[in-house]
């Protein structure tokens, strides 16, 4: 099954998520809490690499580029993603950097503070590229990163142009997700804003968050306009809006999707889901807002469960799929799949 798309080739930030809870630590007791209330939880993340697991899960043979601290974070996410059947070939491994943990400490309301360290070398922001062959970009069925990859300077940084360039004059799509988290242009790092702005004229699919991460880059009074600005002959822009579902320009036509009215749990690694879905759709042959669809479908199943990883499988999305009354999405191809 992960072979029958060939290879999606994801790049960027791959950590550790650590959830640590404090309920027992600030509870109201002179009784000291048991070890086992104290045991902080482990899962897969970065944004970069929420997309690629998330990917592997559909059933797309997926491949991840990024760089690992020889550490044992970097262990952890090397055997994650080799259980998830993600081919680690161009995983590299740095035993000068660090693989980067992110902290989210819950409270007793289960409000969570979360904290990234280490915050110097780490291994994510630089990748080497003499230590791979470039035709593997050329060769591969999707390319795809995420803005969170450039967000410290590194060699990644510079280089992701490049890499974008080389997939788009082969021919292969690409996608990239704004991802900057940032919404005042002004705290928008001339580094960052600059790769981008290099990397999108050979990005085939521009996602992001609507009203601030498009803005960040072209501010409007209307963040419809900004987004706008984005859109190219031979270039999809789709805003995520949360909650209010997304808005998609190609070719010069705007389409609206709604979001799904579920339950939410935890909205970790939504957008992250979404762009998975997003390429898993399109390499099923699906029209562009088919695939928007299928995004929402997987985000949805994804926000309505845990933690950032958990993703469907395809039968675990036709049954969401058929639970939310997706007909159209259903009859586009992936009832039979």
Not at 180 to 198: F, K, M, W
Not at 330 to 336: K, V
Request: proline content about 4%; charged content about 25%.
């Amino acid at each position: 099954m992960h072979d029958r798309f060939g290879k999606a080739i994801i790049i960027g930030d791959a950590c550790v998520d650590v959830t640590v809870p404090l309920t027992a630590i600030l509870a109201d007791t002179d009784r000291p809490p048991e070890d086992s209330a104290l045991m902080p939880g482990l899962g897969g993340g970065g944004t970069s690499a929420n997309t690629a697991a998330a990917l592997a899960k559909l059933g797309v043979g997926t491949s991840f580029m990024g760089t690992l601290g020889a550490d044992f974070g970097g262990r952890y996410i090397r055997k994650e993603f080799e259980e998830l059947g993600i081919d680690t070939s161009m995983t590299l491994t740095d035993d000068t950097s660090n693989t980067v943990y992110v902290f989210a400490f819950i409270d007793k309301s289960g409000e969570r503070k979360l904290w990234a360290f280490p915050r110097t070398e780490m291994s994510y922001i630089n990748y080497d590229l003499s230590r791979i062959d470039m035709e593997l970009i050329r060769t591969a069925s999707w390319v795809h990163a995420s803005g969170m990859t450039i967000m410290f300077d590194g060699s990644l940084r510079r280089d992701l142009p490049l890499i974008f360039r080389t997939a788009h004059e082969a021919g292969v799509p690409t996608s990239f997700d704004l991802n900057t988290r940032v919404q005042d242009p002004a705290e928008l790092d001339e580094g960052i804003r600059s790769s981008i702005l290099e990397t999108i004229p050979y990005v085939s699919y521009l996602l992001g968050s609507a009203r601030d991460e498009f803005y960040s880059f072209c501010p409007k009074d209307d963040w419809r306009d900004s987004v706008r600005s984005f859109a190219a002959p031979g270039r999809t822009v789709i805003a995520r809006l949360g909650g209010e579902g997304s808005l998609m320009i190609e070719d010069g036509r705007e389409t609206e999707e709604p979001a799904l009215r579920i339950p939410v749990v935890n909205t970790t690694g939504a957008g992250d889901a979404f762009n998975a879905g997003f390429i898993a759709g399109k390499l099923r042959g699906l029209r562009t807002d088919q695939a928007v669809v299928m995004a929402h479908a997987v985000a949805g199943y994804k926000i309505s469960r845990g933690g950032a990883r958990q993703t469907p499988d395809m039968e675990e999305l036709r049954g969401f799929a058929r639970e939310q009354g997706l007909t159209e999405l259903l009859s586009a191809g992936i009832q039979a799949i």
